[in-house]
C-alpha cells in the first residue's frame, strides 16, 4: 500500500509531482499519478503506470525463466536504449503497488521533468536533506608539505548519511596548483560538478577536488566554491585533523 512502510525498510509513495520524459525528441512518458519508489541503499526511483508510456516504443526483452523482472528496450527512430527499463508483471507482498508501473533508468533519458523544472541523476528522496551553513572555523588543506588551500571563512555541506563536506572560498585556495579535469558529475542535490587535479612538485593527484559552477537552486550557498575529498588530502578543522569514514 502506498505510503506504509515495511521491515525491510521499503517505502512507495504516491507523488504529487508531474513527471515526464523524454527520448529521442519523443515524450515518452508523462504522468501526473508516478509512485516514488525508496528502498535502502539505492536512489529513489518513478514507476510510471504503463497507461502513461508510449508503449509503442518499447519492446520486452526475452524473461529469464523464474525471473520476476521484466526488463524492456526503448527505440525511437534510430535511437536505442537496451534494457533501460523494468518492470514486475506479478508483484506480490509489498511490491503488488507496482503492477501495470514501470520504471526508467532515468540517467539514460535526454531529458525529464519534475512539473517544468528539469531534473538530474534520479528524484530527491524527501527523506534526505542537504544543507549548507557558512562558518568561521579554520579549515587547512595539505597535500604533503604543501597547504593547498586555508581558510577561516568555510561553508560547510550537511549532507543525510554522508560525511560533512567543506567548501571553500577560491580565493582561499592555491588555484595554481589546480589542473582542471574534463571529468564531471551529477548529482541530483546539488547539480553539476566540475574537477580538478592538484599538481604538488612531480606529483598529480587526479580528480581530487571539485566544485559547483551553477549548483541548483536549492544549494546556490555553494556556487564556485571548491571541495576536496578527505582521504587523498589532509584536511584540518580548527587546526585538528578531521578524520575521514567512507
Known amino acids: 500500500m502506498p505510503g506504509r512502510r515495511v521491515p525491510d525498510g521499503l517505502l512507495i509513495e504516491i507523488s504529487p509531482r508531474w513527471v515526464r520524459m523524454y527520448f529521442g525528441g519523443t515524450k515518452v512518458a508523462d504522468t501526473r499519478r508516478a509512485l516514488l519508489v525508496l528502498e535502502p541503499s539505492r536512489p529513489a526511483t518513478y514507476w510510471i503506470p504503463l497507461e502513461d508510456v508510449r508503449r509503442d516504443h518499447l519492446t520486452a526483452d526475452n524473461r529469464s525463466v523464474g525471473s520476476p523482472t521484466q526488463l524492456w528496450t526503448l527505440r525511437v527512430g534510430d535511437r536505442v536504449a537496451k534494457q533501460v527499463a523494468w518492470s514486475y508483471p506479478h508483484p506480490e507482498h509489498e511490491w503488488a503497488a507496482l503492477r501495470d508501473h514501470i520504471a526508467f533508468d532515468a540517467e539514460r533519458m535526454d531529458a525529464w521533468y519534475e512539473e517544468d523544472d528539469e531534473v538530474f541523476a534520479h528524484p530527491l528522496s524527501p527523506y534526505h536533506r542537504v544543507d549548507v551553513r557558512r ?28 560525511p560533512t563536506c ?15 579535469s574534463d571529468m564531471s558529475t551529477t548529482c541530483p542535490y546539488k547539480g553539476v560538478a566540475r574537477y580538478w587535479s592538484v599538481r604538488v612538485g612531480d606529483v598529480l593527484i587526479k580528480e581530487v577536488a571539485w566544485s559547483y559552477p551553477a549548483p541548483i537552486a536549492e544549494c546556490r550557498k555553494i556556487e564556485n566554491l571548491v571541495s576536496f575529498y578527505n582521504g587523498k588530502v589532509d584536511i584540518l578543522v580548527d587546526d585538528e585533523p578531521k578524520a575521514w569514514r567512507p
Open 135 to 162: 562558518s568561521s572555523r579554520r579549515v587547512t588543506v595539505v597535500i604533503g608539505d604543501q597547504t593547498v588551500a586555508d581558510t577561516a571563512r568555510p561553508s560547510l555541506l550537511f549532507e543525510t548519511g554522508l
Open 166 to 180: 567543506y567548501y571553500l572560498p577560491q580565493q582561499d585556495v592555491r588555484m595554481d596548483l589546480l589542473v582542471p
